[in-house]
């Protein structure tokens, strides 16, 4: 079963543009999110993170917003530019080791 | 200061056959996961391990994929036998566990397997 779920599979925005990725888990003892980063022919690279404590982390450019209540977490690039665009990868812990990720979206910023 | 290493990169075989994938984690870390992504359910985690020992396997797939890892700086997962639906692209990633940066997992580059 899917407990992350990420529906777009793809994104596109223009280049000084922001640029939001979602995210929704159904597992409701989740406490850490993160958002990977990925290139292809690489591995994922660990990105930002948030735990279930708070509702904001804002990193330079990239802010993770989370939503308990909903069950909706969201990541926002601002402003987007063209080596961001990847495969970004949603992921929940329950606090172990144990992580599960989210199908992944793919995002184009374009010049 | 070298990563998560993985071997083969590539790795065509014919169904039927056995393949062995191989991860080096990084130096310290004593968390080992290996995941396999496809195009219709992204990262799945199929097994990990702490200090070696295996911890979930409910990941694997079926009896035909088993995990080893017999020190703290190698593992192995092994399809015996493979087939075609196995294809996809199988990364081995590591964490130093019992931290809060254990969350953050740090991921190898990954073996792109073809079985045709």
């Known amino acids: 079963d899917q407990q992350v779920k990420q529906n777009s599979p793809s994104l596109s925005v223009q280049e000084g543009r922001i640029s939001i990725l979602n995210c929704d888990y159904t597992n409701s003892m989740f406490d850490y999110f993160l958002w990977y980063k990925k290139y292809p022919a690489e591995g994922p690279t660990f990105l930002i993170s948030?735990?279930?404590?708070?509702d904001k982390n804002e990193d330079g450019r990239f802010t993770v917003f989370l939503n308990k209540s909903a069950k909706h977490l969201s990541l926002h690039i601002v402003p987007s530019q063209p080596g961001d665009s990847a495969v970004y990868f949603c992921?929940?812990?329950?606090?172990?080791?144990?992580?599960?990720f989210g199908a992944g979206t793919r995002l184009t910023v374009k010049p | 200061d070298a990563g998560v290493i993985q071997s083969p990169r590539h790795e065509v075989t014919e169904m039927g056959q056995e393949v062995t994938l191989r991860c080096k984690p990084i130096s310290g870390h004593n968390s080992l996961f290996w995941y396999r992504q496809t195009m219709m359910r992204g990262l799945e985690l199929l097994i990990y391990?702490?200090?070696?020992?295996?911890?979930?396997d409910s990941g694997m797939p079926e009896d035909r994929f088993s995990a080893k890892m017999p020190n703290a700086s190698f593992s192995t997962l092994k399809i015996q036998p493979s087939e075609p639906r196995d294809s996809a692209v199988y990364f081995c990633a590591s964490s130093p566990q019992g931290t809060v940066s254990s969350y953050e997992q740090y991921f190898g580059p990954g073996t792109r397997l073809t079985v045709t």
């Open positions: 992921a929940a812990s329950g606090g172990n080791n144990d992580m599960r």
């Open positions: 391990f702490n200090n070696n020992v295996p911890i979930d």
């Open positions: 948030i735990s279930s404590i708070k």
